[in-house]
């Protein structure tokens, strides 16, 4: 397996602010519309660079994604920003029976995942991978670090039809190698092997799976980490190989256990290799308001939380 | 040849009023043989679809996805009857078609999806969006260089989706002097009058005071709702436009006409036998 981390991890400002302009530059076709966030969705170097095909339609998502469905039956190929709470609850008809239904080429990109904004509850997406997921044919991505993200912003625009997109902004940190990590839509990234138990993560949640690994094998548990930056479609055959080997399996996300990571496996699993599961996630609740690390311990999204998963799952195998 | 829009011919007022009472009577045969449609709004709406399709919207069924074909978006999908009559009289598909009519399987269905016949533009099933497609659509011609029109027909009953005023806001501030809407206000939604469901008068002030140039006109008067649409497609308009266009439920059919009933019509062969002599009789009027 090659190794595809960085030895040191490292932080950057705006990759997605700084990768849009460049795919602007280079896909004339690209256009992008915003909901009264420029700065907030990092959407404003855009507009500086491209007034012209730059367009605010005010806090008002449902129009904003019907817009975007108007200009990609046109040829364009929109980019749709707000937080992803909006526009994933409230544009949730505009997105299915206009972007899905027609698999009309537009990019959702849904900023500020799960637990790691502020403001609480009304703008945390914990379900938004659930809602995306469960439309036909929409593609969802939840990308781990800087070098995901400006690597997924070429994908969404290359690719053909309908994504939906979690995004992050501001400090990012960058965990995968540029140099040598390739994202690729539909395809899970194997970090670390493991014969004991698998760890499964999506988004930013990476470094927690990293961790858990790393703490596992120090007490002797080989835990292998698969990353998996698409929710949908989901690389089932790799999942599959790595879950054999293993024998348990441990899903970790920035989300609600239902519908998202933990569901997509399971429903896997449960198809074609039953093995023991655990989820690591929201539980049917929703979050206080705090910071991200605050929220990660007390709903349980840690390291420490992961292990504890990866010892069920591993104490439930049927002995060999 | 390929199609260009130099070569649409639009009809003149007689022959317009000749093919609206032929439509009606298309409409009304299809309801009857195919066992019932949305005919109530189809009759009242008809006017101002026709009026679009063969006056004001350059276009062919030679070349269905032309790209500088104006667009004619229908929102309220269950007004497919009409959308359908008029395509297939323009020869967007065979006329057989017509009866298949919402038969499982048929391409005609119940409400207007995209995708399934030439000409069907959008999909208006869910009220209330298709004016957000419009100003896409227009905001994707400007920046095409383009200079084709996009008509939007919606309904007075949907007018109660907040999504249209995002849109209504959003056409007046992009400038977009190529959208044309059309409302065919008969004053009737599904649970009733429009006045005691969910009064949203006055339209055309309030179109105006989202900075629309509004002409309201009575929909079912062909000279009018020409005249309206000659100011509203005038060249080089930087508002948007509305018809708002005041329809008789059932128009051109005595026993439906204002008659709160006939939302989806199920004739029987003396009521369709009937509506088709009066309207006969109306065209030889003429």
Request: aromatic letters at 6%; proline letters at 5%; a negative charge.
């Amino acid at each position: 397996m090659e190794d595809l981390l960085l030895a040191q991890p490292q932080e950057e400002t705006g990759p997605y602010r700084r990768t849009l302009v460049a795919v602007g530059e280079a896909r004339p076709e690209v256009v992008v519309l915003g909901a009264d966030l420029g700065n907030s969705t990092e959407i404003d170097a855009f507009q500086q660079r491209f007034p012209d095909r730059f367009f605010n339609v005010g806090s008002a998502e449902q129009n904003e994604v019907d817009i975007a469905v108007g200009m990609a039956f046109e040829g364009q190929v929109p980019f749709v920003h707000s937080f992803g709470v909006f526009l994933t609850r409230r544009a949730y008809e505009q997105v299915c029976v206009q972007v899905a239904m027609h698999g009309a080429n537009v990019k959702l990109v849904g900023m500020i995942p799960g637990l790691t904004s502020r403001l609480g509850p009304t703008h945390q997406a914990i379900e938004d991978l659930s809602l995306m997921r469960t439309l036909p044919g929409m593609t969802v991505l939840d990308p781990a670090d800087a070098t995901e993200i400006e690597q997924a912003v070429w994908a969404m625009a290359d690719h053909r039809g309908p994504v939906y997109a979690r995004m992050m902004r501001r400090e990012v940190r960058r965990v995968l190698d540029p140099e040598r990590h390739r994202f690729q839509i539909g395809k899970a990234v194997p970090l670390a092997a493991g014969r004991d138990v698998l760890l499964v993560s999506t988004g930013l949640v990476l470094e927690t799976a990293l961790q858990a690994a790393a703490m596992l094998r120090s007490e002797g548990v080989s835990a292998a980490v698969l990353h998996m930056p698409t929710l949908k479609p989901l690389d089932r055959e790799c999942l599959l190989d790595l879950a054999r080997d293993a024998g348990a399996v441990v899903t970790i996300e920035n989300h609600l256990v239902t519908g998202g990571l933990g569901s997509a496996v399971a429903e896997v699993l449960g198809e074609a290799l039953p093995l023991p599961l655990e989820r690591v996630g929201l539980r049917d609740t929703f979050a206080v308001p705090g910071t991200p690390e605050f929220l990660f311990r007390r709903y349980g999204i840690t390291p420490e939380a992961a292990v504890s998963a990866a010892r069920r799952a591993v104490t439930r195998k049927s002995p060999r | 040849m390929t199609w260009n829009r130099s070569l649409f011919r639009p009809l003149d007022l007689p022959e317009l009023h000749q093919k609206t009472q032929a439509l009606r009577d298309l409409m009304i045969e299809v309801a009857w043989r195919t066992g019932g449609a949305y005919l109530a709004q189809a009759l009242s709406g008809i006017d101002l679809l026709a009026a679009v399709h063969y006056r004001y919207a350059a276009g062919d069924a030679a070349a269905p996805e032309a790209a500088d074909r104006d667009r004619v978006l229908l929102s309220p999908g269950h007004y497919a009857l009409a959308l359908y009559a008029i395509l297939a009289d323009r020869g967007y598909f065979p006329k057989d078609w017509l009866w298949t009519f919402k038969d499982d399987g048929s391409p005609l269905e119940l409400a207007t999806h995209r995708g399934t016949v030439p000409g069907v533009e959008v999909s208006g099933g869910s009220l209330g969006q298709v004016l957000s497609l419009g100003v896409g659509m227009a905001l994707a011609a400007r920046r095409s260089g383009r200079t084709h029109r996009v008509f939007v027909l919606m309904s007075d009953g949907e007018q109660d989706e907040g999504q249209v005023w995002e849109a209504a806001a959003s056409a007046a501030h992009f400038r977009l002097g190529s959208l044309v809407a059309l409302i065919d206000a008969n004053g009737f939604q599904v649970d009733g009058p429009t006045a005691e469901v969910m009064n949203m008068e006055p339209l055309g002030d309030k179109y105006r005071a989202f900075g629309w140039d509004v002409e309201e006109v009575d929909g079912n008067d062909l000279p009018a709702v020409c005249a309206a649409l000659d100011r509203l497609t005038m060249p080089e308009r930087d508002r948007p436009g509305l018809v708002l266009g005041r329809t008789i439920r059932g128009k051109g059919v005595s026993f439906m006409e204002g008659h709160p009933g006939f939302h989806y019509a199920r004739l029987d062969a003396s009521m369709a036998d009937q509506a088709r002599r009066e309207l006969q009789a109306d065209t030889d009027a003429v």
